[in-house]
């Protein structure tokens, strides 16, 4: 099983999400989330002073799939969050020990 | 018959009198929203606290001496309601006056429209002080002056005395219909004095002189409150006619609302242009204050210019501002809502506009005028800010400041989140 986080552009989210559900994905976690990367921040104006806004505003989504999955999920979110512009983001891959369904008790793939 | 239309002029006037004061009183709410909206959301809670307590404090104090230094009347208001013979007396001022001469209303209306008015010019100086100052000694502050401070310069302006027995404001040409100098100008100058006693926030100004923005929390709030001000300064202008129900003083009425609507208008476009002009942006903020900026600019006059006069005066008061907000910051007078340029700056400039469309009044009986409220109430305010800072102190210390004064000083956020 793999956990997969996604750190994209918060208008491309429901592209995202539909991508996912396509393939088959019963269900994501997001996150507001703000950070730098190459992108780096940009500046704002307010009554006259500019101000640098070094973290911009992203959003993070987790996914936990079986491991047969994967590329069709890294597929999916590398399209539907690209815009070719720098600042798109980045996706995350770990290794999942354990999964289990709170309400059920079960485990494993069958809790993904 | 003669009587009974004397009696109905006399209800109609003193109607529209509580009615104006209703909506000045409104412009306390926009004065909490406007400053709410223009610091960070740390200092929300305080703020709020402040604008409400201090309307607390002008209503009581006022009513306990302000009203009685200001217009000679007793003290604690005893008497205002009127005796018996309330009747015969109202009509036997009305029968001097005639039907077309000044206005005749109830004492407790009138009472009710010039305290509204106090509230007013001590607002002005909490959004200066803002996000530093310790509530207490803000407090504190807000009863000297709304019982002593404002009514004494009111006295010799509004109120006909002469200035310590030396000179007399109206002998002069000085004139000021709804308060450019008396209400603004003296709640600015209080302001100031504040503001150079207190010193700048913590980060505004860079070691190499450079002005940091330090962002307001919430434009939608500032932007109401802009727009409940505007609606508040119908009554400030409109009521200080003082009298509708004659034709002539209806069409007064009906031109004072037509004028300071104009200048407001012209006040804002004004500013978003200067300020797209400087900065390449439409700044929201100085937008909000050149609509005040007209506003307090028109209010010293707004009977005698044309519309098109007044949407240029404003216009020229919106330019100001955005002027006087950048000026301020260079010489490090820290005001996180624009109050001292707004009120201050634009308030003397109302002043000076005058003479141009009331013959009345003359450019010298101006500048008496509002250096007299400017070396008093600055004085005043200046030696009263030092006693309190020597008794209790003014500023909060580094860390509550860090903080945000809303846990310092009232132990409550104002977006509570995580609690049990």
């Not at chain 2, 230094?69 to 009747?87: E, K, N, P, Q």
């Not at chain 2, 040409?173 to 504040?194: E, N, T």
């Not at chain 2, 300020?275 to 903020?285: E, I, M, P, S, V």
Request: glycine residues 12%; proline residues 2%.
């Amino acid at each position: 099983m793999k956990l997969v986080t996604a750190i994209i552009k918060p208008f491309k989210l429901d592209d995202a999400r539909e991508a996912l559900s396509e393939i088959g994905v019963q269900g994501i976690t997001v996150t507001e989330v703000k950070g730098f990367g190459r992108q780096k921040g940009h500046t704002e104006l307010y009554r006259g002073a500019e101000y640098v806004v070094d973290f911009l505003p992203k959003v993070k989504i987790e996914v936990a799939i079986s491991d047969d999955l994967l590329d069709q999920t890294l597929e999916a979110i590398t399209k539907a969050a690209n815009t070719g512009k720098i600042g798109d983001g980045k996706i995350f891959v770990s290794d999942l020990l354990q999964v289990i369904r709170i309400r059920t008790g079960e485990t494993g793939e069958a809790a993904v | 018959m003669e009587n009974q239309i004397f009696e109905l002029q006399y209800a109609m006037d003193t109607f529209y009198f509580l009615v104006c004061g209703a909506l000045v009183m409104w412009m306390a709410a926009g004065f909490s929203m406007l400053e709410a909206g223009l610091v960070r959301s740390k200092n929300t809670t305080e703020i709020l606290t402040k604008n409400i307590a201090l309307y607390g404090i002008a209503c009581t104090m006022y009513l306990v001496c302000g009203y009685a230094i200001m217009y000679g009347g007793t003290y604690f208001l005893s008497g205002i309601a009127g005796g018996d013979d309330l009747v015969a007396t109202a009509l036997a001022s009305k029968a001097e006056e005639g039907f077309n001469g000044g206005a005749v209303y109830s004492d407790a209306s009138d009472f009710f429209f010039q305290v509204v008015f106090v509230a007013t010019a001590m607002s002005i100086v909490s959004g200066a002080v803002a996000e530093r100052m310790k509530l207490w000694a803000f407090l504190a502050f807000a009863v000297v002056m709304t019982g002593v401070i404002y009514p004494m310069e009111g006295s010799w302006t509004w109120g006909g005395n002469a200035v310590f027995g030396l000179y007399t404001l109206g002998d002069l040409g000085f004139v000021d219909f709804a308060g450019s100098g008396i209400v603004h100008l003296a709640g600015a100058s209080a302001a100031l004095a504040g503001v150079i006693l207190l010193g700048a926030r913590k980060g505004k100004y860079g070691a190499d002189g450079s002005t940091r923005a330090i962002p307001g929390a919430n434009l939608p709030l500032a932007t109401l409150g802009t727009f409940i001000l505007w609606m508040g300064w119908f009554g400030f202008n409109g009521g200080s006619v003082l009298k509708l129900a004659d034709v002539g003083s209806a069409n007064a009425v009906a031109v004072v609302f037509l004028n300071t609507n104009a200048a407001a208008a012209g006040g804002l476009l004004a500013a978003m242009v200067t300020a797209r002009l400087l900065f390449g942006k439409a700044d929201l903020t100085m937008i909000l204050n050149g609509a005040l900026a007209g506003l307090v600019a028109i209010t010293a006059e707004p009977s005698t210019p044309t519309a098109l006069q007044a949407t240029l005066f404003g216009a020229i008061g919106g330019v100001l501002v955005v002027f006087s907000i950048l000026a301020l910051d260079k010489i490090k007078i820290d005001d996180p809502v624009g109050a001292i340029s707004v009120h201050g700056t634009c308030g003397l400039f109302g002043l000076l506009l005058v003479p141009i469309t009331n013959s009345n009044s003359t450019f010298f009986g101006q500048i008496v005028g509002a250096a007299t409220i400017f070396v008093w109430v600055f004085g005043a305010s200046f030696i009263m800010w030092m006693v309190l800072k020597a008794v209790m102190g003014l500023r909060v210390t580094a860390e509550e400041e860090d903080q945000g004064v809303d846990i310092a000083e009232c132990g409550l956020e104002a977006y509570p989140e995580f609690t049990k």
